[in-house]
C-alpha cells in the first residue's frame, strides 16, 4: 500500500485542494510554479499543517480524516520530510544531529548507535561524526539532513526542493545520492522541484500543480511526450504555446503565428490552445510547412534559439538546433520551416 492524500485548505486568497495516489514504492514528483501549493501538501502529510477538510492515509493508516476526527501528530506518523534550509541544529555535531531523529524512537542506546553507523555508511557521512553544520558543505549538510530522516526508519519521503540551495556541480552529485536513497528505500516518496530535469531524473510519476490544484497526472514519460494542458506543456519545457481553436475541417487555426496546422487524430473538443517543442520544427517542406524570418538568436553552450517570426504573425516562435545546423542556416533570408503533425499538441 501507499499514500493518499484527498484534501483541502482555505487560506483566504489561496486555496489548496489536490487528490493523488501513489504506490507503494514510487517517486511522485510534485512540479509547479512557486506559491501553487507543492510544499504546502508536503506540510500538509507530515502533520505541520492541518487541512480544513479531507483525508490522508499511509500505508493503510488513516494520518488524518476530517470527518472521523482524526488528526495524528507529526512524532507518531513516521513521515521523513527533509525542509529546503535541512533545519540542522548548529551548536550540534554531526553525529548528534542524526541522533537527534530517534529522541522520541524508544529503542535503546546499542540499537541506536547500530542505525547510526548504518546510516552514516549509507550516506558516506563516515569521517564527519564530530564536524558541525558550519563545517560542512552544503551537499554534506544535506545527506546529514537525510540521515536525520532514515535514522528514525520513516514511511515515506518528502523531499521539498532538496538541490535549491547548492551550486549547479553539487547538486549533479548530490542528486545522485538522493536517488541511491530512494532506490533503496522501502516506501513512496514525494519530491517538490521547480526543476522539470530534476523531477524527470528521480520520479517516477508526475503531478503538474496550477493554482492550488493538480492539472495533470501521469507517468513522466506520457506527460513529457503528451502534456494535454497549457501547465503542463509549460511546466515540461515547451517554448512555443499560443491560443488556438478549431477549423471547420478539423484543423487548429493559431491567429498570433498566423498558420493554420493540422494535429494527429482528433482534437479535444475542450481546446484552447496549441503548442510546439522548439526541437520539434525541422528545416523544409512537407505538412504544416511555413515560411518565416530569423527575428533573434540566443546561443547557450551546445545549443542555439532561433527565434522566427512567420509571414504576417504577431508573435515568433522558438525553434533550437544545433551549433552545427545554425552554422549551415542561410545568412537572414527567408526560410521555410515545418511540424509534423504527431509533434503538434493540443491544449485544453
Sequence with gaps: MGLLVDIQKDFGSFQLNVSFETEKRETVG???????????TLRCIAGVVRP???????????????EKKIDLPPQKRRVGLLFQNYALFPNMTVEQNILAGLR???LDQRTQRERLGETIGLLQLNGLDCRRPHQLSG??????????ILVSDPRILLL????SALDSFLRWQTEREVLRVIEQFDGPALLVSHSRDEIYRLCDRIAVYDHGCIDAFGEKWELFRSPKTRAAALLTG???????????????????????????????DALSAVGIRAHFLHRGGGENAFRCQIEQVIESPFDVLVFVRPEGAA??????????????????????????????????
Design 238 to 268: 515547451c517554448k512555443n504555446i499560443a491560443q488556438a481553436c478549431k477549423t471547420e475541417d478539423g484543423r487548429l487555426s493559431v491567429p498570433e503565428w498566423n498558420l493554420t496546422l493540422r494535429a494527429k487524430g482528433e482534437l479535444p
Design 139 to 148: 551537499g554534506q549538510q544535506q545527506r546529514v539532513a537525510l540521515a536525520r
Design 104 to 106: 522520541r524512537s524508544g
Design 52 to 66: 480544513d477538510r479531507g483525508r490522508i492515509v499511509l500505508d493503510g493508516e488513516t494520518l488524518f480524516d476530517s
Design 160 to 163: 521539498d526542493e532538496p538541490f
Design 30 to 40: 510534485l512540479l509547479g510554479a512557486s506559491g501553487c501549493g507543492k510544499s504546502m
Design 315 to 348: 508573435q515568433p516562435l522558438c525553434w533550437m538546433l544545433d551549433k552545427a545546423a545554425y552554422a549551415a542556416l542561410p545568412a537572414r533570408e527567408t526560410l521555410t520551416l515545418s511540424v509534423a503533425p504527431e509533434n503538434i499538441l493540443p491544449l485544453c
